[in-house]
Structure formats: C-alpha cells, structure tokens
T-cell receptor, first 112, second 113 residues
Framework: DQQVKQNSPSLSVQEGRISILNCDYT??????FLWYKKYPAEGPTFLIS?????DKNEDGRFTVFLNKSAKHLSLHIVPSQPGDSAVYFC???????????FGEGTQLTVNP | KAGVTQTPRYLIKTRGQQVTLSCSPI?????VSWYQQTPGQGLQFLFE???????NKGNFPGRFSGRQFSNSRSEMNVSTLELGDSALYLC????????????FGPGTRLTVT
C-alpha cells in the first residue's frame, strides 16, 4: 500500500520557467512533510519542509504548498535552473513517530 | 560540520553471504535511520536507532538487523544475502527534540551476484 504517491515519474521544463512537482498521500496521520532532491551517486539532500498546521512554506526559489483536505502537496521551483535537474522525493512523517515514508520520486529535467 | 559518512561506498557479495554496512552520523545527531532504495521504488524504511536502541522497524525480514554504538555510529547487517537485496542502502541522521529533517549519507551500493 503506497501511502505517498508521486504520479509523475518525470517532468521537463525550460530554464527560467516554473517547475511544479506533485505528491499525494493517503494517511491522515501524517503531520509533517518534506521534499528531498537526489543527484545520481549521492544521497538525498533535504530541501524544504512543512508542518500540517501550515499551508505554505517558502525558502528562496522553493515553495511547498499543502492542501490537507485534498491530501496533496506540491513543490514549486521558480525560476528553474539546469542545476535543479535531479530526482525529487516527497516524504511524510506520522504524528506518532519520526520514520519517513517516501514517494517513488519524480525526475526533473530543466533544459537550458 | 562534516556530513553523514557511509562505508564502504560499493560492495559486491555472493548470494548466501552476509554483509555489514557502517554509518557515522553528523556530529551531535543521535538518531540514525536506514533506508533501502531499489530501482523504480522510493526509499523503504528499514529501522531507526536512538541511544543504542531500535526505536522503529520497517517491514523487512529478520535477515536485516542493525545496531548503534555509544558514539551514535551505526551498523547494518544483512545475513544470507539474496539477489533481491541488491540496492542502495542509505543512512540518515537527525537531531532529536522536534527536528524531523533527516540528513542522508551518500549510500552504499550493494550488488549481490
């Protein structure tokens, strides 16, 4: 049972445009959400997070939006840069612990 | 501050053997988690250790085990290796006390032949 889903395996955007990566979840006990970026041959790098009591969190070019009623979150990258090309994972944490449940990842390609 | 380190980076083993992977967390981080990543799948949670105690365990068979030492370093062991154990094994550390962000090492690429 995949509790965190990233339905788009890949996304391609032009440099300077907005990248929007989506993530859906099914577990109502998730109370904290995170986005990670992963380059080949490296471990995932933490990008940005959001608590379930908020609906938006911003950090530079990265903004995460949370829609609790729809059980949906998204990561916006503006403007996109070629160096943003990587696999992006969303992850979620349950209220009762600290383990993270990850989605399958979305390969973002930013074309110059 | 140095990041999470994992050794070895690459490993080739034969089916039926056992393997031990090592992880050193970020200085001051006392919680260590292990994840398995296989092609086409996200990261699957294996277990979490804090203060030398396993706090959480994922849905993996008993062949997968771990431990944590008093200096917070952690090891993961897989016994009786199977071909399906070929994967990238990632270790992540975090502070305790309300911080949920986990910081990952580069991983150990295990190939079972």
């Amino acid at each position: 049972d995949q509790q965190v889903k990233q339905n788009s395996p890949s996304l391609s955007v032009q440099e300077g445009r907005i990248s929007i990566l989506n993530c859906d979840y099914t577990n109502s006990m998730f109370d904290y959400f995170l986005w990670y970026k992963k380059y080949p041959a490296e471990g995932p790098t933490f990008l940005i997070s959001i608590s379930s009591i908020k609906d938006k969190n911003e950090d530079g070019r990265f903004t995460v939006f949370l829609n609790k009623s729809a059980k949906h979150l998204s990561l916006h990258i503006v403007p996109s840069q070629p160096g943003d090309s990587a696999v992006y994972f969303c992850a979620a944490k349950e209220t009762s612990g600290s383990r993270l449940t990850f989605g399958e990842g979305t390969q973002l390609t930013v074309n110059p | 501050k140095a990041g999470v380190t994992q050794t070895p980076r690459y490993l080739i083993k034969t089916r039926g053997q056992q393997v031990t992977l090592s992880c050193s967390p970020i200085s001051g981080h006392r919680s260590v988690s292990w994840y398995q990543q296989t092609p086409g799948q996200g990261l699957q949670f294996l277990f979490e250790y804090f203060s030398e105690t396993q706090r959480n365990k994922g849905n993996f068979p008993g062949r997968f085990s771990g431990r944590q030492f008093s200096n917070s370093r952690s090891e993961m062991n897989v016994s009786t290796l199977e071909l399906g154990d070929s994967a990238l094994y990632l270790c992540a550390s975090r502070r305790r006390g309300g911080a949920y962000e986990q910081y990952f090492g580069p991983g150990t690429r295990l190939t079972v032949t």
